[in-house]
């Protein structure tokens, strides 16, 4: 490792570095504003100048922007020289001579990075006395604040947007001090990314819209680290909680699953915490005054318990622990999935594949660091969108490090690296049935069937590995699996991609064959956040527990977990589900039309108001944490009414209460591929010097004041017993290890740019190691998984189509559809034709056409979807007024002509 010397004191400095990355490892304290490390370095701001001496003997030295100069062996630089610093604090007076004195007004303020280094660079008295130049503020949609007075021209954004995210309708616009960063006109950002501006902006210019609805200043919210319940990726995010209303979602660091980024929906959101459709108080329907107290929902339940057979639905959404609640209350044989047939075998069948450690699963960091990626049918734009954005930065870092190869420059010289690059890419095939943004950067792009695209993978593998069954009889398939097959046997980290929501098993029999044949990592993206961890728990379907419903009659009492069944199958199925139940008890956090048929309604914690544990795509098991206790109702997690519904029904009166790592423990007991998932976080009884973790920063303001309507004096704080936290701001103040890390502050660091001091590098890991565990074996080197079953081809079939849903980023999930700014990006329930199919059924885009299938219909405009195979109908899923359907099977469509067929 170089040596370096920073004011005469000698440093060992990671090669490959700049001298700030270095200075930041190192912990000193040096501005930047126009660096990122996701971002990397342009020189745009000189904020960041050091004297760098020649030698030993050289008193004079030289100004150098240090994000723009390389370590060296012997390098010998101050960070403490007068004229540094003076240069740093005239570059600081600079950019403040046109910004506004807003800070009281000023979302940022008090968490801003300008803030922070104006302070660090001791400009603490502006001179400027002239008018100031003054912009336009712009209309960016619902999520996003824009006040471009604020602009110091780092370029930061743009570079996040366009060159990052891929986004194109944001820009610069004019030159030199009258730059204007925005859209050539007013209107909404596009792109599902765009939230991350609020954090990449180092000054006011972006700020979160939502939370300015109820404003509140950053170190002022109580603040617990928390994973994203809104796919399966498992990004992991900071919750900010004050006045007993959930204000805000943060990103929180990971270098192994969302890094410095999150998306949209899991930004925003989070409204359904502070939703009016809450379930706040037990409900026993069917009496007098149906909201009932604690006592008496516990006298009910006893009563139905200890006379009646239990039959119980699990969820998802729901956490580990919930789910194994309800298990030990009903019994094993007697728990089900609460997902369709499909879904429930194809997750089942994933997670087999995953827990026998002959193929390994790849986390967002090494998709990053691919080489190839090759997707096999699944639309991860949409299903798990911070997949995509590491795909993404697959296509763009492959070339990158190719040019770093050629040409000696470093990786983080960005702008040079730009420069050579030009239009050059990494490769990515990204076959789907109906397309992606993502095909602007594909190399080979190919919209299929889903039998057509589970083929092309075969044809892949079969180029890589002779041994492998071939695809024979068809040309054009067999060029296209050569030209990717070619890309694969050069890759060094090749990644295979795919899901379920093509409902298709040979696809993701394709996908672990080609990933065997060429030794890549595979990414299966999954439904839900919890979709994994219940697939582990291998229990049967939905459908199975209808079919068994059906048979034994209504002798069973159906506990349903936090889910909404019918938006796993079909009305009718569910309605005759519920007319077998000797009584229905749902547990769950919004009114939905499944907790209408409940009996006895449960109120539920958010992932904000309880704790728990979550298995993301990969098996890695992370653990959320209680942000706040609901000021109103009776709400508990899931798995503490469960348990006490436990002790009830083993008539247990000397029984206590379990808790989280408890549970976990009971878990690894009974279901051992569960083992490993208690060290996802540290114990409940964790302290560190004696001391808990304070929720609350020591900045935190207007405890007593915010309860003056009610008594002056302070209340005792709430005491957790669940997990390390305190409900306060005293405590331990130093790094806390990863998994509980509530908030990234640090001496003269208020805003997020403070994470720094927690890394062991800039975009390295945690200090410590980043939080989650793996549940699944590490590969060996047993008999790789190879399957031989090839599909035919696909066929049209007269009058029918296959039908698939199709999801929307924004719109599709369950939870976010809560959210009032997401609900205006959502788009209308439709139904997707091509446009040869649209015109064999005489109809024009924009019409209704109706759709059969299984005995039931329903009508939907429809729309040309452009590069849709002929006999494929895309409907639109998870919207609110989207029908569900028996995915993956055929379905009938008419068109309609003046309202009738």
Same mark, same amino acid.
């Given at each position: 490792?170089?040596?370096?010397?920073?004011?005469?004191?000698?440093?060992?400095?990671?090669?490959?570095?700049?001298?700030?990355?270095?200075?930041?490892?190192?912990?000193?304290?040096?501005?930047?504003?126009?660096?990122?490390?996701?971002?990397?370095?342009?020189?745009?701001?000189?904020?960041?100048?050091?004297?760098?001496?020649?030698?030993?003997?050289?008193?004079?030295?030289?100004?150098?922007?240090?994000?723009?100069?390389?370590?060296?062996?012997?390098?010998?630089?101050?960070?403490?020289?007068?004229?540094?610093?003076?240069?740093?604090?005239?570059?600081?007076?600079?950019?403040?001579?046109?910004?506004?004195?807003?800070?009281?007004?000023?979302?940022?303020?008090?968490?801003?990075?300008?803030?922070?280094?104006?302070?660090?660079?001791?400009?603490?008295?502006?001179?400027?006395?002239?008018?100031?130049?003054?912009?336009?503020?712009?209309?960016?949609?619902?999520?996003?604040?824009?006040?471009?007075?604020?602009?110091?021209?780092?370029?930061?954004?743009?570079?996040?947007?366009?060159?990052?995210?891929?986004?194109?309708?944001?820009?610069?616009?004019?030159?030199?001090?009258?730059?204007?960063?925005?859209?050539?006109?007013?209107?909404?950002?596009?792109?599902?990314?765009?939230?991350?501006?609020?954090?990449?902006?180092?000054?006011?210019?972006?700020?979160?819209?939502?939370?300015?609805?109820?404003?509140?200043?950053?170190?002022?919210?109580?603040?617990?680290?928390?994973?994203?319940?809104?796919?399966?990726?498992?990004?992991?995010?900071?919750?900010?909680?004050?006045?007993?209303?959930?204000?805000?979602?943060?990103?929180?660091?990971?270098?192994?699953?969302?890094?410095?980024?999150?998306?949209?929906?899991?930004?925003?959101?989070?409204?359904?915490?502070?939703?009016?459709?809450?379930?706040?108080?037990?409900?026993?329907?069917?009496?007098?005054?149906?909201?009932?107290?604690?006592?008496?929902?516990?006298?009910?339940?006893?009563?139905?318990?200890?006379?009646?057979?239990?039959?119980?639905?699990?969820?998802?959404?729901?956490?580990?622990?919930?789910?194994?609640?309800?298990?030990?209350?009903?019994?094993?044989?007697?728990?089900?999935?609460?997902?369709?047939?499909?879904?429930?075998?194809?997750?089942?069948?994933?997670?087999?594949?995953?827990?026998?450690?002959?193929?390994?699963?790849?986390?967002?960091?090494?998709?990053?660091?691919?080489?190839?990626?090759?997707?096999?049918?699944?639309?991860?734009?949409?299903?798990?969108?911070?997949?995509?954005?590491?795909?993404?930065?697959?296509?763009?870092?492959?070339?990158?490090?190719?040019?770093?190869?050629?040409?000696?420059?470093?990786?983080?010289?960005?702008?040079?690296?730009?420069?050579?690059?030009?239009?050059?890419?990494?490769?990515?095939?990204?076959?789907?049935?109906?397309?992606?943004?993502?095909?602007?950067?594909?190399?080979?792009?190919?919209?299929?069937?889903?039998?057509?695209?589970?083929?092309?993978?075969?044809?892949?593998?079969?180029?890589?590995?002779?041994?492998?069954?071939?695809?024979?009889?068809?040309?054009?398939?067999?060029?296209?699996?050569?030209?990717?097959?070619?890309?694969?046997?050069?890759?060094?980290?090749?990644?295979?991609?795919?899901?379920?929501?093509?409902?298709?098993?040979?696809?993701?029999?394709?996908?672990?064959?080609?990933?065997?044949?060429?030794?890549?990592?595979?990414?299966?993206?999954?439904?839900?956040?919890?979709?994994?961890?219940?697939?582990?728990?291998?229990?049967?379907?939905?459908?199975?527990?209808?079919?068994?419903?059906?048979?034994?009659?209504?002798?069973?009492?159906?506990?349903?977990?936090?889910?909404?069944? @019918?938006?796993?199958?079909? %009305?009718? $199925?569910? #309605?005759?589900?519920? *007319?077998?139940?000797?009584?229905?008890?749902?547990? +769950? &956090?919004?009114?939905?039309?499944?907790?209408?048929?409940?009996?006895?309604?449960?109120?539920?914690?958010?992932?904000?108001?309880?704790?728990?544990?979550?298995?993301?795509?990969?098996?890695?098991?992370?653990?959320?944490?209680?942000?706040?206790?609901?000021?109103?109702?009776?709400?508990?997690?899931?798995?503490?009414?469960?348990?006490?519904?436990?002790?009830?029904?083993?008539?247990?009166?000397?029984?206590?209460?379990?808790?989280?790592?408890?549970?976990?423990?009971?878990?690894?007991?009974?279901?051992?591929?569960?083992?490993?998932?208690?060290?996802?976080?540290?114990?409940?009884?964790?302290?560190?010097?004696?001391?808990?973790?304070?929720?609350?920063?020591?900045? @935190?303001?207007?405890?007593? %004041?915010? $309860?003056? #309507?009610?008594?002056? *004096?302070?209340?005792?704080?709430?005491?957790?017993? +669940? &997990?390390?936290?305190?409900?306060?701001?005293?405590?331990?103040?130093?790094?806390?290890?990863?998994?509980?890390?509530?908030?990234?502050?640090?001496?003269?660091?208020?805003?997020?740019?403070?994470?720094?001091?927690?890394?062991?590098?800039?975009?390295?890991?945690?200090?410590?190691?980043?939080?989650?565990?793996?549940?699944?074996?590490?590969?060996?080197?047993?008999?790789?998984?190879?399957?031989?079953?090839?599909?035919?081809?696909?066929?049209?079939?007269?009058?029918?189509?296959?039908?698939?849903?199709?999801?929307?980023?924004?719109?599709?999930?369950?939870?976010?559809?809560?959210?009032?700014?997401?609900?205006?990006?959502?788009?209308?329930?439709?139904?997707?034709?091509?446009?040869?199919?649209?015109?064999? $059924?005489?109809?024009?885009?924009? *019409?209704?056409?109706?759709?059969?299938?299984?005995?039931? &219909?329903?009508?939907?405009?429809?729309?040309?979807?452009?590069?849709?195979?002929?006999?494929?109908?895309?409907?639109?899923?998870?919207?609110?007024?989207?029908?569900?359907?028996?995915?993956?099977?055929?379905?009938?469509?008419?068109?309609?002509?003046?309202?009738?067929?």
């Amino acid at each position: 490792m170089p040596t370096i010397y920073i004011d005469n004191k000698p440093y060992e400095v990671k090669e490959g570095k700049n001298l700030l990355e270095a200075c930041l490892t190192l912990g000193f304290d040096l501005p930047y504003f126009c660096w990122h490390p996701a971002l990397n370095s342009v020189g745009a701001c000189r904020q960041c100048a050091v004297k760098v001496y020649k030698d030993e003997a050289d008193t004079k030295g030289r100004l150098v922007m240090s994000c723009m100069e390389g370590v060296k062996d012997g390098m010998r630089l101050s960070i403490n020289d007068q004229t540094a610093k003076a240069f740093r604090e005239q570059i600081i007076e600079w950019l403040m001579t046109n910004h506004p004195h807003d800070c009281p007004v000023c979302d940022e303020g008090g968490s801003c990075h300008l803030q922070d280094m104006t302070v660090m660079t001791g400009h603490d008295y502006r001179r400027y006395t002239f008018r100031k130049r003054t912009y336009k503020n712009q209309y960016l949609g619902p999520l996003l604040h824009h006040e471009m007075n604020r602009c110091i021209q780092c370029y930061r954004c743009v570079r996040y947007y366009r060159d990052y995210a891929g986004g194109d309708d944001l820009n610069v616009f004019a030159a030199h001090n009258h730059v204007y960063f925005g859209r050539d006109k007013d209107g909404v950002l596009q792109s599902p990314f765009s939230g991350n501006l609020a954090e990449v902006c180092p000054t006011g210019v972006f700020t979160d819209k939502t939370l300015k609805e109820h404003y509140t200043r950053k170190w002022d919210l109580t603040m617990a680290p928390s994973v994203c319940n809104h796919c399966s990726v498992g990004c992991n995010i900071i919750a900010g909680e004050r006045y007993g209303e959930l204000r805000c979602i943060l990103n929180r660091y990971n270098g192994d699953v969302n890094g410095y980024f999150i998306c949209d929906r899991g930004r925003y959101g989070y409204e359904f915490v502070n939703s009016e459709n809450r379930i706040k108080q037990p409900i026993i329907r069917n009496r007098t005054g149906e909201a009932a107290s604690e006592e008496e929902l516990m006298r009910s339940m006893g009563t139905i318990l200890t006379h009646q057979k239990l039959l119980g639905i699990g969820s998802p959404r729901a956490s580990v622990e919930s789910n194994f609640a309800l298990m030990q209350l009903v019994g094993h044989d007697n728990f089900y999935q609460g997902v369709s047939e499909a879904e429930a075998y194809l997750t089942r069948k994933i997670a087999g594949w995953m827990q026998t450690g002959s193929i390994r699963s790849a986390s967002l960091k090494e998709i990053e660091q691919s080489d190839v990626v090759v997707v096999l049918g699944e639309d991860i734009w949409n299903t798990a969108p911070m997949m995509a954005l590491a795909v993404r930065q697959s296509v763009v870092k492959t070339a990158a490090a190719q040019a770093a190869q050629k040409t000696n420059l470093p990786l983080w010289h960005d702008a040079a690296i730009k420069e050579y690059v030009q239009d050059q890419k990494g490769f990515l095939a990204n076959i789907t049935v109906a397309g992606s943004p993502l095909d602007e950067i594909a190399a080979h792009q190919q919209c299929l069937a889903p039998d057509d695209i589970a083929r092309l993978g075969w044809a892949i593998a079969h180029e890589l590995d002779a041994s492998l069954p071939g695809v024979s009889n068809d040309e054009s398939l067999l060029q296209q699996a050569q030209a990717i097959a070619n890309a694969l046997k050069t890759a060094k980290n090749p990644v295979i991609i795919s899901g379920i929501t093509c409902y298709n098993e040979s696809i993701l029999t394709a996908a672990v064959t080609l990933a065997t044949a060429c030794h890549a990592k595979v990414g299966f993206a999954l439904p839900e956040c919890n979709s994994m961890g219940l697939a582990l728990m291998q229990a049967p379907s939905l459908e199975k527990a209808v079919d068994r419903m059906q048979r034994e009659g209504d002798s069973f009492t159906v506990v349903v977990l936090e889910n909404d069944l @019918y938006r796993n199958i079909s %009305a009718t $199925l569910v #309605d005759d589900f519920f *007319s077998h139940c000797r009584n229905a008890v749902v547990i +769950d &956090s919004l009114h939905n039309a499944t907790t209408e048929k409940a009996q006895v309604l449960i109120p539920s914690a958010t992932f904000a108001e309880g704790d728990g544990t979550l298995v993301n795509y990969e098996g890695r098991a992370q653990r959320y944490f209680q942000v706040f206790v609901p000021a109103e109702g009776i709400i508990k997690e899931s798995w503490k009414w469960l348990w006490h519904l436990y002790l009830l029904k083993m008539q247990a009166g000397n029984g206590h209460d379990h808790y989280p790592n408890e549970l976990l423990e009971k878990l690894e007991s009974v279901l051992p591929q569960f083992k490993g998932i208690t060290k996802s976080s540290p114990p409940r009884h964790f302290t560190i010097h004696g001391e808990r973790i304070p929720r609350e920063p020591h900045r @935190y303001s207007g405890r007593t %004041a915010m $309860l003056a #309507d009610r008594n002056v *004096s302070e209340p005792k704080p709430v005491q957790d017993n +669940d &997990s390390p936290f305190s409900f306060t701001m005293e405590g331990f103040k130093g790094l806390p290890p990863a998994p509980l890390i509530p908030f990234f502050w640090a001496p003269g660091w208020n805003s997020v740019q403070a994470v720094t001091k927690y890394q062991e590098e800039p975009g390295g890991s945690l200090k410590g190691g980043d939080p989650g565990i793996s549940l699944f074996k590490e590969p060996t080197q047993t008999t790789p998984l190879v399957f031989h079953e090839i599909p035919e081809a696909f066929a049209v079939r007269h009058q029918k189509w296959l039908l698939l849903p199709q999801y929307h980023v924004l719109g599709s999930g369950e939870l976010s559809s809560y959210t009032k700014a997401l609900q205006e990006l959502s788009p209308q329930p439709s139904i997707a034709l091509s446009a040869e199919d649209l015109q064999g $059924l005489g109809v024009e885009e924009g *019409s209704s056409v109706q759709l059969k299938i299984n005995g039931t &219909s329903c009508m939907l405009p429809v729309k040309i979807q452009k590069g849709l195979p002929k006999g494929i109908a895309l409907v639109a899923a998870g919207l609110q007024g989207s029908p569900v359907m028996s995915w993956g099977e055929w379905g009938k469509i008419d068109g309609m002509t003046n309202g009738g067929e």
